[in-house]
């Protein structure tokens, strides 16, 4: 009897942790906004006109041996292909909310590396995510917000200035 009521928490734990597993973010997933593709050395802002926001609570999340906060879908919100080198050594993506929603931005570089950003130089309306000597590859983005809410109407530009 208890080495079956040991059996039945040991897969009753595993399926817990299977599936808060599946509903974090993950690059593999299909997009929501598409894919781009941007080569080194242009020059001004390549800009998307994107929702941030979701359901997915990443506070309940280990992405990388790293926690972050906010929410997002568990798909990436968008993949940009980069091809360097950049001019600047510099490739920037920044996301702003146009309704007053307060951004999250996560990026997995085409190293596998995390990354998060929110309020930006304390501006409640900016992530900004900067990579000096940024890698030639695939950088999956989220475009989350700080508290649960969806579809608030943003844009994330990208730049090597």
Request: glycine share 12%.
């Amino acid at each position: 009897m208890i080495k079956r009521l040991f059996a039945a928490a040991a897969i009753a734990v595993g399926l817990l942790g299977a599936g808060q597993a599946l509903a974090c973010p993950h690059w593999n997933n299909p997009t929501v906004f598409g894919t781009g593709n941007i080569s080194g050395n242009y020059n001004g802002d390549v800009v998307f006109n994107i929702t941030a926001g979701g359901t997915t609570d990443l506070s309940r999340c280990n992405l990388g041996g790293q926690n972050f906060f906010g929410w997002v879908v568990n798909r990436p919100d968008l993949r940009i292909h980069y091809q360097g080198p950049s001019h600047t050594n510099r490739l920037t993506f920044e996301l702003q909310t146009r309704n007053g929603a307060d951004p999250i931005l996560m990026v997995n570089a085409p190293d596998g590396s995390w990354h998060f950003n929110d309020d930006f130089n304390g501006d409640l309306r900016v992530s900004l995510l900067d990579f000096h000597g940024p890698l030639s590859g695939q950088y999956d983005l989220w475009f989350g917000t700080f508290n649960r809410s969806s579809n608030n109407p943003a844009v994330l530009l990208v730049y090597e200035d």
